[in-house]
C-alpha cells in the first residue's frame, strides 16, 4: 500500500496550536462578556449562566439536554461549547470560565484533574470509532486496507481523542495509516468526508449517525474493542461558587438521568462501563 497506508506522522499542522489560541480567546471573551451580563438580565435579577465545556462529538444530544434543562429549570441559561477535549482542557487551564467539563476520554480529563481544574469525574457514555466515506463510495473505500491506496483518509490529531483511538486501533489491527490530514477535532474530519473533501475518514460512531446519508459507514473489525469512555466534572472554579456548584451538579444530574441517558443513546452512545 503506497499513499494512504503508510507510517503515520505523530506531528500535526503548525496552524493548529494557533487555531487553538484563538479559540482559547473567543472562549474567555464570550464567557466574560456572559459574566458580565448574565445576573442582571432577569427584571429580579435571578437569571443565570451555566457554561458547558463539552467534546465536539457531544453537540447533538448536550443541545438536545440543554433545551430540556432550560424548561425545567426556569432562570438558567445554558451556553454550549464544543470543541475538541485536547483544545478543552488548555482552554480551562489558560483560565476561560466554564463551570462542567465532558471530555471523549479519560486522559483528557486525566490532564485537567492534574491541573486541578475539575473535580472528581464521573463516566457518563461510551463510543466506538467507525470508517466513513461520502455518500456513493467514489473511491471505493471498503476498510483499513488495500482500498485506501491513493484514497484522501483524514483522521483525528493523535493527541485529540478519536486520534489516541485511531492510533490503538491502527496497532491492534497490524496496519500503520498515511492520512492527508489530521483534525483537531471529530467534527471536522466528518465535514472534510461530508463535503468530498476526503474519500474516507475515522470518526465516532455517533458521528457516522449525524451525518445521515451524507456518508456512508463501513464497519472497522476490532473497533469494538476500542472504546472511548466519557467522563464529565464540575470544574473547580464552579465548585469555589455555591450557586454555580448547585447548577452544575443539576446539569450533571440531567445528563446521567434517564432522559438524559435516552438522548445519548438516541444518538448512538453506549452506556457506561
Known amino acids: 500500500m503506497m499513499a494512504a497506508l503508510g507510517r503515520r506522522k505523530a506531528k500535526t ?48 444530544p448536550f443541545e438536545a439536554i440543554a433545551e430540556r434543562f432550560e424548561e425545567d429549570n426556569p432562570g438558567v441559561d445554558v451556553v454550549l461549547s464544543f470543541d475538541g477535549s485536547q483544545s478543552l482542557v488548555d482552554q480551562l487551564g489558560a483560565g476561560a470560565p466554564a463551570d462542567v467539563l465532558a471530555t471523549a476520554d479519560a486522559r483528557t480529563m486525566a ?3 492534574d491541573a486541578g481544574t475539575v473535580r472528581v469525574p464521573q463516566e457518563f457514555a461510551t463510543n466506538t470509532l467507525t470508517l ?48 492527508v490530514s489530521e483534525e483537531s477535532k471529530v467534527s471536522d474530519v466528518r465535514g472534510k468526508v461530508e463535503s468530498g473533501q476526503a474519500d474516507a475518514g475515522i470518526v465516532y460512531r455517533t458521528d457516522a449517525a449525524a451525518a445521515g446519508d451524507r456518508v456512508e ?26 450557586q454555580r456548584f448547585a447548577d452544575a451538579e443539576t446539569w450533571i444530574r440531567a445528563v446521567t438521568s434517564d432522559w438524559g441517558r435516552k438522548i445519548l443513546a438516541d444518538a448512538g452512545f453506549g452506556a457506561p462501563r
Open 13 to 60: 499542522q503548525g496552524h493548529r496550536s494557533a487555531a487553538r489560541i484563538a479559540a482559547a480567546a473567543t472562549a474567555v471573551g464570550l464567557a466574560a462578556g456572559l459574566a458580565a451580563c448574565g445576573a442582571g438580565d432577569g427584571e429580579d435579577g435571578d437569571e443565570r449562566t451555566l457554561t458547558v465545556f463539552a467534546a465536539a462529538s457531544l453537540q447533538k
Open 111 to 113: 490532564r485537567a484533574e
Open 132 to 179: 466513513i466515506v461520502p455518500a456513493g463510495n467514489p473511491a471505493g473505500v471498503t476498510g483499513l486496507d488495500s482500498s485506501l491506496d491513493g484514497a484522501k483518509l483524514v483522521v483525528c490529531a493523535p493527541e485529540v481523542p478519536c486520534g489516541a483511538a485511531t492510533e490503538q486501533l491502527e496497532t491492534n489491527a497490524g496496519v500503520e495509516l498515511a492520512p
Open 217 to 242: 459507514a463501513i464497519d472497522i473489525a476490532g473497533a469494538d474493542e476500542v472504546v472511548n469512555a466519557y467522563p464529565i466534572a464540575v470544574t473547580a472554579d464552579a465548585g469555589a461558587d455555591g
